[in-house]
Protein backbone atom coordinates (compact mmCIF):
# COMPACT_ATOMS: atom_id res chain seq x y z
CA UNK A 1 0.00 0.00 0.00
CA UNK A 2 1.06 3.65 -0.60
CA UNK A 3 2.41 5.85 1.69
CA UNK A 4 -0.97 7.31 2.36
CA UNK A 5 -2.00 4.44 4.20
CA UNK A 6 -4.71 5.84 6.97
CA UNK A 7 -6.70 7.77 3.87
CA UNK A 8 -6.35 4.65 2.07
CA UNK A 9 -7.78 2.69 4.70
CA UNK A 10 -11.20 5.39 5.14
CA UNK A 11 -11.22 5.54 1.22
CA UNK A 12 -11.75 1.46 1.36
CA UNK A 13 -14.45 1.69 4.05
CA UNK A 14 -16.06 4.39 2.26
CA UNK A 15 -15.96 2.51 -0.89
CA UNK A 16 -17.33 -0.64 0.95
CA UNK A 17 -20.43 1.39 2.36
CA UNK A 18 -21.20 2.90 -1.06
CA UNK A 19 -21.48 -0.77 -2.10
CA UNK A 20 -23.82 -1.40 0.81
CA UNK A 21 -25.61 1.84 0.26
CA UNK A 22 -26.12 1.81 -3.56
CA UNK A 23 -26.96 -2.59 -3.66
CA UNK A 24 -23.68 -2.34 -6.22
CA UNK A 25 -21.83 -5.72 -6.25
CA UNK A 26 -18.26 -4.37 -7.29
CA UNK A 27 -16.10 -1.22 -7.66
CA UNK A 28 -13.05 -0.73 -8.81
CA UNK A 29 -11.01 2.79 -7.86
CA UNK A 30 -7.40 3.66 -9.37
CA UNK A 31 -5.82 7.17 -7.71
CA UNK A 32 -2.45 8.68 -8.72
CA UNK A 33 -0.78 9.92 -6.35
CA UNK A 34 2.14 10.77 -7.97
CA UNK A 35 4.84 9.19 -10.43
CA UNK A 36 5.34 5.51 -9.02
CA UNK A 37 3.10 5.87 -6.34
CA UNK A 38 -0.57 5.07 -7.19
CA UNK A 39 -3.56 2.90 -5.85
CA UNK A 40 -5.69 0.23 -6.99
CA UNK A 41 -8.46 -1.07 -5.03
CA UNK A 42 -11.66 -3.40 -5.80
CA UNK A 43 -14.28 -3.58 -4.01
CA UNK A 44 -16.62 -6.67 -4.45
CA UNK A 45 -19.53 -8.32 -2.54
CA UNK A 46 -21.92 -11.00 -3.31
CA UNK A 47 -25.70 -10.48 -2.82
CA UNK A 48 -28.09 -13.80 -1.86
CA UNK A 49 -29.77 -14.24 -5.46
CA UNK A 50 -33.43 -15.92 -4.77
CA UNK A 51 -33.62 -19.50 -4.96
CA UNK A 52 -35.33 -20.83 -7.85
CA UNK A 53 -38.97 -21.17 -7.82
CA UNK A 54 -40.81 -23.54 -9.92
CA UNK A 55 -44.29 -23.36 -10.76
CA UNK A 56 -47.36 -26.75 -11.48
CA UNK A 57 -49.75 -25.69 -13.88
CA UNK A 58 -52.52 -28.60 -14.36
CA UNK A 59 -52.61 -29.31 -17.65
CA UNK A 60 -56.40 -30.09 -18.26
CA UNK A 61 -58.18 -27.99 -16.00
CA UNK A 62 -57.30 -24.11 -14.99
CA UNK A 63 -55.39 -23.60 -11.58
CA UNK A 64 -57.07 -21.38 -9.34
CA UNK A 65 -55.85 -18.20 -8.12
CA UNK A 66 -54.08 -19.79 -5.35
CA UNK A 67 -52.65 -22.76 -7.10
CA UNK A 68 -50.82 -20.04 -9.28
CA UNK A 69 -48.47 -18.84 -6.45
CA UNK A 70 -44.87 -20.34 -7.29
CA UNK A 71 -43.56 -22.96 -4.85
CA UNK A 72 -40.24 -22.41 -4.39
CA UNK A 73 -37.57 -25.33 -5.84
CA UNK A 74 -34.85 -27.81 -3.71
CA UNK A 75 -32.13 -26.21 -5.13
CA UNK A 76 -28.53 -26.19 -4.40
CA UNK A 77 -25.54 -24.18 -5.71
CA UNK A 78 -24.71 -26.67 -8.32
CA UNK A 79 -28.60 -27.11 -9.38
CA UNK A 80 -28.99 -22.67 -9.89
CA UNK A 81 -25.37 -23.42 -11.95
CA UNK A 82 -27.39 -25.96 -13.98
CA UNK A 83 -30.08 -24.26 -14.93
CA UNK A 84 -27.51 -20.84 -15.88
CA UNK A 85 -26.02 -23.22 -18.22
CA UNK A 86 -29.35 -24.29 -19.49
CA UNK A 87 -29.91 -23.98 -23.43
CA UNK A 88 -33.08 -22.30 -23.16
CA UNK A 89 -32.41 -19.83 -19.97
CA UNK A 90 -32.90 -16.68 -20.02
CA UNK A 91 -30.83 -14.76 -17.91
CA UNK A 92 -31.03 -11.10 -16.56
CA UNK A 93 -29.10 -8.68 -18.53
CA UNK A 94 -28.30 -6.59 -15.47
CA UNK A 95 -28.40 -6.36 -11.92
CA UNK A 96 -31.93 -5.18 -10.38
CA UNK A 97 -35.34 -6.09 -9.05
CA UNK A 98 -37.70 -8.62 -11.25
CA UNK A 99 -41.48 -7.57 -11.46
CA UNK A 100 -43.78 -10.41 -12.91
CA UNK A 101 -46.60 -8.11 -13.57
CA UNK A 102 -46.16 -4.49 -15.27
CA UNK A 103 -48.08 -3.48 -11.91
CA UNK A 104 -49.80 -4.70 -8.41
CA UNK A 105 -52.87 -6.63 -8.89
CA UNK A 106 -52.33 -6.73 -12.81
CA UNK A 107 -51.96 -10.39 -14.63
CA UNK A 108 -48.48 -12.08 -14.68
CA UNK A 109 -46.78 -11.77 -18.30
CA UNK A 110 -46.35 -14.86 -18.82
CA UNK A 111 -47.03 -17.89 -17.36
CA UNK A 112 -45.20 -21.81 -16.73
CA UNK A 113 -47.22 -23.42 -20.05
CA UNK A 114 -47.39 -20.14 -21.72
CA UNK A 115 -47.11 -20.29 -25.75
CA UNK A 116 -44.20 -17.08 -26.16
CA UNK A 117 -43.25 -15.48 -29.01
CA UNK A 118 -39.76 -13.73 -29.92
CA UNK A 119 -39.49 -10.44 -28.36
CA UNK A 120 -42.58 -10.93 -26.14
CA UNK A 121 -42.06 -9.28 -22.75
CA UNK A 122 -41.30 -11.98 -20.29
CA UNK A 123 -40.73 -9.70 -16.87
CA UNK A 124 -39.72 -6.17 -15.87
CA UNK A 125 -36.29 -6.11 -14.22
CA UNK A 126 -35.87 -2.32 -12.34
CA UNK A 127 -33.02 -0.87 -12.26
CA UNK A 128 -31.98 2.81 -10.50
CA UNK A 129 -35.69 3.36 -10.92
CA UNK A 130 -35.80 2.26 -14.22
CA UNK A 131 -38.32 -0.17 -15.44
CA UNK A 132 -36.73 -2.52 -18.11
CA UNK A 133 -39.15 -5.05 -20.05
CA UNK A 134 -37.07 -8.06 -20.64
CA UNK A 135 -37.83 -9.59 -24.35
CA UNK A 136 -38.07 -13.23 -24.80
CA UNK A 137 -34.98 -14.08 -26.96
CA UNK A 138 -37.01 -16.87 -28.59
CA UNK A 139 -40.14 -18.44 -29.52
CA UNK A 140 -41.02 -21.68 -27.47
CA UNK A 141 -43.15 -22.49 -24.43
CA UNK A 142 -42.32 -21.21 -20.45
CA UNK A 143 -41.01 -24.65 -19.17
CA UNK A 144 -40.04 -22.41 -15.56
CA UNK A 145 -39.89 -19.13 -14.07
CA UNK A 146 -37.01 -19.48 -11.83
CA UNK A 147 -37.61 -15.74 -9.79
CA UNK A 148 -40.25 -14.16 -7.69
CA UNK A 149 -42.48 -11.02 -7.93
CA UNK A 150 -40.29 -8.72 -5.95
CA UNK A 151 -36.77 -10.41 -5.67
CA UNK A 152 -33.19 -9.07 -6.67
CA UNK A 153 -31.62 -10.25 -9.16
CA UNK A 154 -28.06 -10.23 -10.38
CA UNK A 155 -26.46 -10.03 -13.70
CA UNK A 156 -26.46 -13.18 -15.47
CA UNK A 157 -29.08 -15.03 -13.21
CA UNK A 158 -31.37 -17.66 -15.06
CA UNK A 159 -34.91 -15.98 -15.12
CA UNK A 160 -36.86 -18.67 -16.85
CA UNK A 161 -36.65 -21.36 -19.07
CA UNK A 162 -37.88 -21.30 -22.24
CA UNK A 163 -38.15 -24.19 -24.82
Known sequence: MSKH???????????????????LTE????REYGEDDQLKVRVTRQLQVA???QVAVP??????????????????????DDLARHPGAVASPMVGTVYL??????????????Q???????????AMKTMNQIPSPRAG?????LVTDGTPVEFGAPLMIIE
Open 5 to 23: HEADIAFIRSLAELLRETE
Open 51 to 53: APV
Open 116 to 126: VSEGQTLLIVE
Open 59 to 80: AAAPAPAAAAAPAPAEATGDAA
Open 141 to 145: TVKRI
Open 27 to 30: IEVE
Open 101 to 114: QAEPGAPSFVRVGD
